[in-house]
């Protein structure tokens, strides 16, 4: 059993950074694969970033490739999301998630957190 508690949302200017935490509990954060997703009111979950077991590998969605980078602390047992540039559009709750899949796809994911809210003004 992992529980995922995130932190670090807020209200920003479109421009600005903001970095998200994931403090994960358990010992056997290091087995798992972590991610990050969101999802704006109204529309559907989306994936946003991911980072493997070791953290040497990472993905990123489209639409945040190049503004946001995930890191991964497996002796603290965190995963931090770095975002940059942040623009209106990425107005959501961000979740992380833990799954034993190398994978984008949320239904894959066994553990989430309870969500934190990130909106951008413009």
């Known amino acids: 059993q992992v529980q995922l508690v995130e932190s670090g949302g807020g209200l920003v200017q479109a421009g600005d950074s903001l970095r998200l935490s994931c403090a994960a509990s358990g010992r056997t954060f290091s087995s798992y694969v972590m991610a990050w997703f969101r999802q704006a009111p109204g529309k559907e979950r989306e994936f946003v970033a991911r980072?493997?077991?070791?953290?040497?590998?990472?993905y990123y969605g489209d639409s945040v490739q190049g503004r946001f980078t995930v890191s991964r602390v497996n002796a603290n047992n965190t995963v931090s999301l770095q975002m940059n540039s942040l623009r209106p559009v990425d107005s959501a709750v961000y979740y992380c998630a833990a799954g034993l899949q190398d994978t984008r796809d949320d239904t894959r994911y066994d553990y989430w957190g309870q969500g934190t809210h990130v909106t951008v003004s413009s």
């Open positions: 980072i493997t077991r070791s953290g040497r590998i990472t």
